[in-house]
């Protein structure tokens, strides 16, 4: 399994932007399908955002369209989502996933310890 660390979250007004960062381990990271999802307390793990190895292909959930943007970096092993817009409800801790294609928390099989963000109004 890939090694994965978040980074980048805290605490930011409505109508606000983060950019979370997630470092990956391991040589064959150009390979990896990365992917972001977010829970909020007492709510399920949901899917935010996926990218596919060469960046040429994206998904993102229709609550986050047109406001969040991921992209990656490969020579830096690195996956980010740019959070625009931020809305409370996007309140959550957020995860990073590897190895994996889908929109389910168990289409991926390595993950992140997670980053928080709060959206204050």
């Known amino acids: 399994q890939v090694q994965l660390v978040e980074s980048g979250g805290g605490l930011v007004q409505a109508g606000g932007s983060l950019r979370l960062s997630c470092a990956a381990s391991?040589?064959?990271?150009?390979?990896?399908?990365m992917g972001w999802f977010r829970q909020a307390p007492g709510k399920e793990r949901e899917f935010v955002a996926v990218?596919?190895?060469?960046?040429?292909?994206?998904l993102y959930a229709d609550s986050v369209k047109g406001r969040f943007t991921i992209s990656r970096a490969s020579a830096k092993n690195t996956v980010f989502l740019q959070l625009n817009s931020l809305k409370p409800e996007d309140t959550a801790a957020y995860y990073c996933?590897?190895?994996?294609?889908?929109?389910?928390?168990?289409?991926?099989?390595?993950w992140g310890q997670g980053t928080q963000v709060t959206v204050s109004s």
């Open positions: 996933a590897a190895e994996g294609w889908g929109r389910t928390p168990s289409d991926f099989r390595s």
């Open positions: 391991g040589r064959t990271f150009s390979s990896y399908n």
């Open positions: 990218i596919n190895w060469s960046g040429g292909n994206t």
